[in-house]
């Protein structure tokens, strides 16, 4: 197996396509060819001198389907449809995981969001906590001298 070069393909991996005489000869097949399309396609199935020759719409016909078979489009779209019915749940299958990828990236950002907000919610409680803390201590502190003082008063009395 050769490669092409800087391409690292095999040459039976390429197709050979011609677009222009694909389009061309699916114009005059399909009814749809303007007369530069006409004129464009009998130039490219009988040659240049192609207006001198006895050419009738039969013979225009059965050029441009000679003429779409070496364009390689045709060989080229039934090489695509074969792989991907071949491939089909491969390729099914890629677009699941792909899908729950897309999904997952979602979930991991609400994930993440909440997280957030849940730990900016908890260091405000916290910070509520502590201030309530605090001034339960302080409070604790004036009963807890005011008792001490009654104490006084107390043993002072008896």
């Known amino acids: 197996n050769t490669h092409i070069p800087k391409i690292c393909m095999t040459p039976d991996r390429v197709l050979p396509v011609s677009a222009e005489r694909a389009l061309l000869s699916r114009q ?7 007369q530069s399309d006409y004129e464009d396609c009998c130039e490219m ?3 240049a001198d ?12 059965v050029g441009a389907e000679k003429l779409l078979h070496k364009s390689g489009v045709a060989q080229m779209e039934q090489t695509i449809i074969s792989f991907l019915f071949e491939h089909s749940a491969a390729i099914f299958t890629s677009s ?8 997952l990236y979602v979930l991991n950002n609400y994930l993440h969001t909440a997280k957030a907000a849940i730990e900016q919610k908890a ?6 906590h502590e201030t309530l803390l605090e001034r339960l201590k302080t409070e604790l502190e004036d009963i807890k001298q005011q008792a001490d003082g009654a104490l006084e008063v107390f043993d002072v009395t008896t």
Do not use: H, P, T, Y
Request: charged share 35%; proline share 0%; with cysteine.
């Open 28 to 34: 005059i097949l399909n009814g749809k060819a303007s």
């Open 96 to 103: 699941l995981v792909a899908d729950c990828l897309r999904q």
């Open 123 to 128: 260091a405000v409680e916290r910070a509520s």
């Open 45 to 47: 199935i009988f040659g």
């Open 50 to 61: 192609w207006e001198g020759l006895d050419i009738d719409d039969e013979k225009i016909r």
